[in-house]
C-alpha cells in the first residue's frame, strides 16, 4: 500500500519538474485512473494544464454529459469525434488491430488539440496492470501498446505507473474527489468498442449501450460488483410474436476482483437475472438471446476482446 500524502506531494512535484513553465495535455475520461492525474496536474501547474475529453462515440449512456459536468471547473474541453472513430473502424474486426486504430485516433486527436494550445507534454493515467499486461502479450491497452511511435509530443507523463487501481483509488480519497469518480467502475480505454464483437457500426453501438446500461441499473447499486457490463457477442436465432428472427446475443458479466489480475464471477440469483435478460429482450427489440457469463479470470479476462 503507498503512503498517501507522500504520495501526492511527491507526485505534484515531479508533475511541475518535468512540465517546466510548458502545457501539458491530459486525455480525461472520467475513470478514476485519469480524474486522479488531473487533480494532481492542475495542483501542481494550475491552468497551464489543459484537460481535454473525447468524445468516441463509445461511451457508456449519459457518460458524456455527466464528465462534461463533473469536470467544467478545471475548464474541461469536450471534442465530438464520434463519427472520425466510427469511420476509422469500419472494416475492423481483429481486437487488436481495434485497440490499435482506436489508440491511434486518440493520439493524432490529442496532438492535434495540443498543436492549438501549444502544449509539449501529454500526461497519462497509465496503472501498473496496464504495463505488465502489456508486456506479458495479453493484449495492448490502447494508451500503452497502441501508442503510435512517431509521437509528437516532447515526453509522456505518467505519474500512476507504479499504482494499482485500489492503490489509485486511495489516492482520489487523499484527493478529495467525489464519490462517484471514486468509485467508479473500471471502463476500457477503448470503450464500448471492446463489448463489440466483430465490426464495430453505430447500429451494434446503440444495442450494447443500452444493453450496458440495463446491466449496471440492476447490479450495481443491489450486488455491488467490481465491474459489470453487457457485450455484444454474436447473432443468434430468436422467436418473437410468431416469427422465428435473427437477433443479437447479448452477454452479462459481473466480477469481483482486487486488482483485474484474477476475476471470480458473481453468484447472481435467478430473479436478478429473469429480471435482466426480461429487460434486455422487451426494451431492445434487436435483441434475441441474453447470457450470463461465470468464466472466472484465468481463463477468460473479463473483457470479451
Ligand atoms: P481484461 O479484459 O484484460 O481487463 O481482463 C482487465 C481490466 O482492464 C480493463 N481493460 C482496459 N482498460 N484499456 C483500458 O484502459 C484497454 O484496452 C482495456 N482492456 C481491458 C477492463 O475493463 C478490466 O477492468
Redesign the pocket.
Known amino acids: 500500500m503507498v503512503n498517501v500524502q507522500k504520495f501526492i506531494e511527491t507526485a505534484i512535484q515531479e508533475i511541475k519538474e518535468k512540465a517546466g513553465d510548458e502545457k501539458v495535455v491530459i486525455a480525461l475520461s472520467g ?1 478514476v485512473d485519469s480524474s486522479v492525474c488531473a487533480e494532481l496536474a492542475a495542483r501542481a501547474i494550475g491552468d497551464r494544464l489543459i484537460p481535454i475529453y473525447i468524445d468516441t462515440g463509445l461511451m457508456r449512456k449519459n457518460e458524456t454529459e455527466q464528465i462534461s459536468g463533473l469536470f467544467s471547473h478545471i475548464g474541461l474541453k469536450t471534442v465530438d469525434a464520434a463519427d472520425e472513430f466510427f469511420e476509422a473502424l469500419k472494416g475492423v474486426i481483429d481486437p487488436e488491430e481495434k ?1 490499435k486504430v482506436i489508440g491511434e485516433k486518440f493520439i493524432r486527436l490529442f496532438e492535434r488539440e495540443a498543436k492549438l494550445t501549444g502544449a509539449k507534454y501529454l500526461l497519462q493515467g497509465t496503472i501498473y ?2 504495463v505488465i ?1 502489456s508486456q506479458g502479450g ?6 500503452v501498446g ?1 501508442m503510435p511511435l512517431d509521437i509528437e509530443f516532447e515526453d509522456v507523463i505518467e505519474p500512476l505507473v507504479d499504482l494499482y487501481k485500489d492503490e489509485v483509488r486511495d489516492v482520489a480519497g487523499g484527493l478529495d474527489l467525489p464519490t462517484e469518480i471514486r468509485h467508479r467502475m ?5 470503450g464500448l468498442a ?1 463489448r463489440c464483437l466483430g465490426e464495430v457500426t453505430p447500429e451494434k453501438i446503440a444495442i450494447v449501450r443500452e444493453a450496458n446500461a440495463i446491466a449496471e441499473e440492476e447490479l450495481v447499486e443491489k450486488h455491488n460488483p467490481w ?1 459489470c457490463f453487457a457485450a455484444l457477442i454474436g447473432l443468434g436465432t430468436g422467436v418473437k410474436g410468431d416469427v422465428r428472427l435473427h437477433g443479437w446475443i447479448i452477454a452479462v458479466r459481473a466480477v469481483h ?1 482486487r486488482d ?1 489480475m484474477t ?1 471470480e464471477p458473481l453468484e447472481l440469483p435467478w430473479d436478478t437475472l429473469h429480471k435482466i435478460a426480461a429487460r434486455i429482450t422487451s426494451e431492445i427489440p434487436e435483441v434475441a438471446r441474453v447470457v450470463y457469463d461465470v468464466t472466472p ?1 484465468p481463463p477468460a ?3 470479451y476482446e
Open positions: 475513470g485497440r496492470p496496464d499486461e495479453i493484449k495492448s491497452h490502447h494508451n497502441g473500471p471502463f476500457p480505454g477503448p471492446v465491474q476482483s483485474a476475476a479470470k479476462t473479463i473483457e
